[in-house]
């Protein structure tokens, strides 16, 4: 096997120092040293960069350190997220059952969305498992639902090159402003044959107390089952399986 480079095992080293603290809750810098099997000058130049980052951070006592706010900050946006899929779970399970068709929560990451929870409907015989995969925001319902929650300054540094990935998907921005203008009108999205020919699915958005939209809800299914007509059935529930999840969030409480 071969030995991690320099970078990696800095970064190993850093880890494991979280690790410890962790464990015993604080340690000076010769605890740490001897846990990791390293010099102390390579210790403290570890923790003094996780201490940079706010990582770690001294406690009164001079010289000892723990774990420090960042790592809060780290985990509130997982917490976050966990949440979510833990308050969407029994309302995308009870929409998979109603629709028989595949249901999908997704939030926005960087330039694409992320698939955190999907749950399978009766129909889908082996419906391919999207969760952890990043998919294009402009050639999908969910991604319609994500980007039309952006103000202008958001929309610009998100959305880049639109890539075709079907003779449907949408390539240029005035085509997509003007469909997430009609996203936000009639409060759903759908793309069928966008990102991949034969596949339909239709999206809605997930708000939080606040009123923005933190995620995407969708329903999708082969083509020649969501037909058009069979959309029309489905999307006023999936727009208030959305809303109920919205409602779990805080979003329309007073």
């Not at 391919?128 to 294009?136: A, D, E, F, L, M």
Request: proline fraction near 3%; include cysteine.
């Amino acid at each position: 096997m071969n030995e991690p480079s320099g970078g990696v095992q800095s970064v190993d080293r850093a880890l494991t120092i979280l690790e410890i603290l962790a464990r015993v809750g604080e340690a000076g810098v010769t605890e740490i040293a001897g846990e990791l099997g390293v010099h102390k000058s390579t210790a403290f130049r570890l923790v003094s960069t996780l201490e940079s980052h706010r990582l770690v951070e001294q406690t009164t006592e001079r010289g000892r350190y723990r774990l420090g706010v960042g790592v809060l900050r780290l985990a509130g946006a997982t917490t976050a997220r966990l949440d979510l899929v833990q308050e969407a779970r029994p309302v995308c399970v009870q929409l998979a059952a109603d629709t028989g068709e595949t249901v999908n929560l997704a939030v926005l990451s960087d330039r694409s969305a992320l698939y955190l929870d999907q749950v399978a409907g009766s129909s889908a015989l082996q419906p391919h498992n999207w969760v952890g995969q990043h998919i294009p925001l402009h050639a999908t319902s969910n991604g319609k639902v994500l980007l039309s929650g952006l103000d202008d300054t958001r929309f610009k540094d998100t959305v880049g090159s639109l890539s075709s990935y079907t003779a449907k998907t949408i390539t240029t921005k005035p085509a997509l402003r003007e469909a997430l203008a009609e996203v936000r009108e009639q409060g759903y999205a759908v793309a069928v044959d966008e990102l991949e020919d034969g596949l339909a699915a239709a999206a809605a958005p997930v708000r939080n107390a606040h009123g923005d939209v933190v995620a995407s809800m969708s329903v999708s299914g082969p083509s020649f089952r969501l037909t058009e007509e069979r959309l029309a059935r489905v999307i006023p529930e999936l727009v208030a399986a959305a809303a109920e999840v919205s409602h779990r969030l805080g979003w329309g409480h007073r």
